[in-house]
């Protein structure tokens, strides 16, 4: 029987999450975001032991690309909004992501303090599967290349205000050079971002 100190502090619709059985995984995490207690759902979901998963960092549970965004948002959201609601891609212990709900919501003390996390996480259906130009469509940031194309335009203006004239090739393939350019630098973004 786990009585880590964190425990005594959780509210009572935690307790009942907690004592709900193998339906969904509960995990609990101190302030350094390691595991101080877990039921057997968890240990069903991530494919670990309760004793394996006890003083392990909440780390081994998300893929590496986790790490830069989605790792630090939720506990800043749990921890200033007192709860944390997405859908994720999660990782158990053979290396294998899935999509996972997950809720966190923070266990807060006799002070208010918040002294510790409950993540309580089930298995989420897939994602709708984006067809080819929807992925270049997002990938790329399309509607953002209006902020390319709309300097080409002012510019090709104020050339044709001053010359009265307008050369069509010129000003087509500077707005295309434009939007390979922004494209290029989207994909470079993302790219180094994924690296780092």
């Known amino acids: 029987m786990n009585t880590h100190p964190i425990l005594n502090h959780l509210s009572p619709e935690q307790h009942a999450q907690m004592d709900a059985g ?3 995984s509960v995990i609990v995490a ?3 975001g390691h ?5 057997t759902g968890a240990g069903k979901l991530f494919s670990y032991t309760q004793k394996e998963m006890l003083g392990t960092h909440v780390r081994v549970f998300h893929p590496p690309q986790n790490f830069a965004k989605i790792l630090p948002d939720l506990f800043r959201t ?3 909004k007192g709860k944390y ?3 994720i891609t999660l990782i158990d212990k053979h290396g294998k992501e899935f999509l996972a709900h997950i809720v966190v919501t923070a266990i807060r003390d006799e002070n208010k303090t918040i002294v510790g996390l409950m993540g309580v996480t089930t298995r989420a259906s ?4 984006l067809s080819f130009i ?3 469509h997002t990938a790329l940031r399309a509607p953002f290349f209006a902020a390319t194309i709309v300097p080409v335009l002012l510019g090709s203006a104020i050339g044709f205000y001053h010359t009265s004239e307008f050369l ?7 707005i295309i050079g434009m939007i390979f350019i922004h494209a290029g630098v989207n994909l470079a973004n993302d790219y180094f971002d994924h690296k780092s």
């Open 126 to 129: 897939a994602k709708r599967e």
């Open 134 to 136: 929807q992925k270049w």
């Open 30 to 32: 101190n302030m350094e």
């Open 78 to 80: 749990a921890m200033s």
């Open 22 to 24: 193998e339906s969904h």
């Open 168 to 174: 069509f090739w010129p000003f087509f393939f500077t």
């Open 35 to 39: 595991v101080v207690a877990c039921n």
């Open 85 to 87: 609601d997405n859908v």
